[in-house]
């Protein structure tokens, strides 16, 4: 499965984006989604999956995952935005029933910054 991501930006604090990832290859509704981030200089770290992965502790009550699977597409809603949310937005995939998250995308840069 090929991974797309886009809307990522410059946003001030206390605002919002929308992230999207468009999917393509196999069916999409085979794989379970999410999405990490990566902050210059940081691990990547994991930010919210659908199901019982759920959000990082961090973006709990701000960031929201979704999906579509009729457009193929998986969503980040983020609410509320901090400086610290500044990072490099990937999305990825895994089989159903696979721990491994083995698709990626190129990434989206987010910046809150004022």
């Known amino acids: 499965v090929q991974l797309v991501e886009s809307g990522g930006g410059l946003v001030q604090p206390g605002g919002s984006l929308r992230l999207s990832c468009a999917a393509s290859?196999?069916?999409?509704?085979?794989?379970?989604m999410g999405w990490f981030r990566q902050a210059p200089g940081k691990e990547r770290q994991f930010v919210a999956a659908?199901?019982?992965?759920g959000y990082a502790d961090s973006v709990k009550g701000r960031f929201t995952i979704s999906r579509d699977n009729a457009k193929n597409t998986v969503y980040l809603q983020m609410n509320s935005l901090k400086p610290e949310d500044t990072a490099v937005y990937y999305c990825?995939?895994?089989?159903?029933?696979?721990?491994?998250?083995?698709?990626w995308g190129q990434g989206t840069q987010v910046t809150v910054s004022s």
């Open positions: 990825a995939a895994r089989d159903v029933g696979s721990s491994l998250w083995r698709y």
């Open positions: 290859g196999r069916t999409f509704s085979t794989y379970a």
């Open positions: 659908i199901g019982s992965l």
